[in-house]
């Protein structure tokens, strides 16, 4: 009986597969990005991309992950826990309404919903680094462990979701708004 061989991934064509995909993602956006054209672009076959990634979705989700600590700022720690978080959260919606950042937050949610390891990637190199940053700096202002995690679950999932419905058009006052309204309900 012989071991199936474990194909590895050639590190030349991974960058040439990622930096093909970033350049058409700019140039075509995600609806005009195939696997055709990333593999021409990055002198591959199709083969290889799929081999590696199970769906264009997943490509381009894995993709933009490698961007993804250009959004997860922590938050400040000053002498108001509330500025903070209204400072940390309207800079999460300026993040999460560029076309860009809009486009990833969409690309990731859809990759997400259709590949269970792009989900567990996203939730985290995404979901867990905003989310722990949201409850220690409430923890550090003198919060419950079980409150501080609930208000940022409150905060978090308010902003993205109402960013993945409202879209670009989503206004920070809004995300100020959220963020206010969930921390004066703890007081």
Do not use: C
């Amino acid at each position: 009986m012989t071991t199936p061989v474990t194909r590895r991934r050639s590190e030349r064509s991974r960058l040439a597969i990622v930096n093909a995909t970033k350049e058409l993602l700019l140039e075509r956006g995600f609806d005009g990005l195939s696997i055709e054209a990333v593999a021409a672009r990055a002198g591959v076959g199709k083969q290889t991309i799929y081999r590696w990634w199970p769906s264009r979705p997943a490509l381009v989700a894995d993709v933009l992950l490698e961007e993804s600590d250009k959004i997860l700022r922590p938050v400040d720690y000053t002498d108001d826990v509330v500025a903070d978080l209204v400072r940390w959260s309207t800079r999460l919606a300026a993040a999460l309404t560029t076309a860009k950042g809009h486009a990833m937050l969409r690309i990731l949610t859809v990759a997400g919903l259709e590949h269970e390891e792009t989900k567990s990637r996203m939730y985290q190199t995404l979901s867990v680094p905003l989310h722990e940053s949201v409850t220690a700096r409430l923890t550090a202002g003198g919060l419950g462990k079980a409150v501080a995690q609930t208000a940022a679950d409150a905060i978090v999932g308010g902003i993205v979701y109402s960013i993945l419905n409202e879209g670009r058009s989503f206004r920070r006052s809004r995300a100020e708004a959220i963020t206010r309204t969930v921390l004066n309900g703890l007081t």
